[in-house]
């Protein structure tokens, strides 16, 4: 086992905003004590992509999917190939895959049957899933427990910025919840009171970098070496003493993600 303070549960690695310093980045994030990093995929060819970095990284595993804006792009001609690959050794999970009601992008119908198909997929190969949601929570949450059945795995709500009934409807279908930089925000307050009530032992550490560097950093580029500065802001917002949140997060995604 990976010995490391933090874990990145949700970044992409592979984004061409890394290519100048990927290796640099790994190392540099495992020296700041997040040893372990989750990149994420959102097609097919993103997912390869994140699945070849894993494998060249002892610390970086691979979660695959296709998210919203990609959605179309998995059909049944092209779901074999996203199968064998989520077979790898790396890929601990399925996404991020989800819902997004905002414009330009795919008709609802074709997301809803996408994402339930990627449920389906990730629970007949013991995956949890890693879920994108935006101008949907409403949306997600019927869908997730009208398939609850699939969630038997776990998974987790990356990003979240939904409000509290939500939150609570998520824990109660036994999901995680995700917290990045937007936590940092000065305009987040709602989201850091939503926070306050979710139980530590529930939540995720993630930067979805290279996008959502946490206050006062914004501006910079993101990245897994941002975590530490993450896990502070949870903790002080939670009366937490700073090493029990590293502790109990790193706990958390270790069960979730089995690494
Ligand atoms: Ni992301």
């Excluded at 990149?39 to 699945?51: I, P, Q, R, W």
């Excluded at 949306?139 to 009208?146: D, N």
């Excluded at 937007?182 to 930067?207: C, G, M």
């Excluded at 949140?245 to 995604?253: F, G, H, Q, S, Y």
Aim: proline share 3%; glycine share 8%.
């Amino acid at each position: 086992m990976i010995q490391t303070k933090f874990v990145d549960t949700h970044a992409h690695l592979t984004d061409v905003a890394f290519d100048e310093d990927r290796n640099f980045v790994i190392k540099k994030s495992g020296e700041l004590g997040v040893g372990l990093i989750i990149t994420s995929g959102f097609n097919y060819s993103s997912s390869v992509e994140a699945v070849k970095l894993a494998n060249d990284n002892l610390g970086v595993y691979a979660s695959i999917g296709y998210y919203p804006e990609n959605i179309l792009e998995l059909n049944a001609e092209t779901e074999n190939d996203f199968i064998n690959l989520a077979k790898s050794d790396k890929v601990v999970a399925i996404g991020e895959i989800g819902l997004q009601y905002t414009d330009n992008m795919p008709d609802r119908e074709s997301q809803k049957r996408g994402l339930i198909r990627q449920l389906e997929i990730a629970h007949e190969l013991h995956l949890p899933v890693v879920i994108h949601c935006r101008d949907a929570y409403g949306a997600m949450v019927e869908l997730l427990k009208q398939n609850k059945s699939l969630l038997s795995f776990g998974g987790t709500v990356h990003c979240f910025s939904g409000s509290k009934e939500i939150a609570n409807e998520l824990l109660k279908l036994g999901l995680r919840i995700s917290v990045g930089g937007v936590s940092t925000f000065k305009n987040a307050q709602n989201l850091r009171e939503t926070l306050k009530e979710i139980p530590i032992d529930r939540i995720l550490l993630e930067t979805d970098c290279p996008y959502l560097t946490p206050h006062p950093y914004r501006g910079q580029k993101n990245s897994p070496c941002f975590i530490p500065t993450i896990a502070e802001s949870l903790a002080n917002l939670k009366g937490l003493d700073g090493e029990e949140v590293a502790r109990i997060t790193t706990k958390n995604a270790r069960e979730l993600f089995k690494i």
